[in-house]
């Protein structure tokens, strides 16, 4: 009888990037946000700097991960 316990290989692949380099649409800063290497579609975040709300869109494009950032609040 063994106790198998502890192969202790869970999670942590490290294969798929989670920081993304973006630049704020209000002010130019550029700047990096973390997603979630789970998360597809798209989510708010506030930009650091200036504090405008980003809608960031996160797809997948040939198997990468890709993000885009546009204004959150509908105006151009
Ligand atoms: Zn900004």
Redesign the pocket.
């Known amino acids: 009888m063994r106790d198998r316990s502890g192969d202790g290989e869970d999670g942590g692949d490290g294969a798929s990037s989670t920081t993304f380099a973006v630049t704020?649409p209000?002010?130019g800063?550029p700047g990096e946000i973390y997603i979630e290497p789970d998360v597809i579609g798209t989510l708010v975040q506030d930009?650091e700097?200036?504090c405008?709300p980003w809608q960031v869109r996160v797809g997948y494009d040939d198997g990468e991960r890709y993000v885009e950032v546009t204004r959150g609040d509908g105006s151009d």
Do not use: Q, R
Request: hydrophobic share 10%.
């Open positions: 704020c209000y002010c800063e930009c700097v200036c405008n």
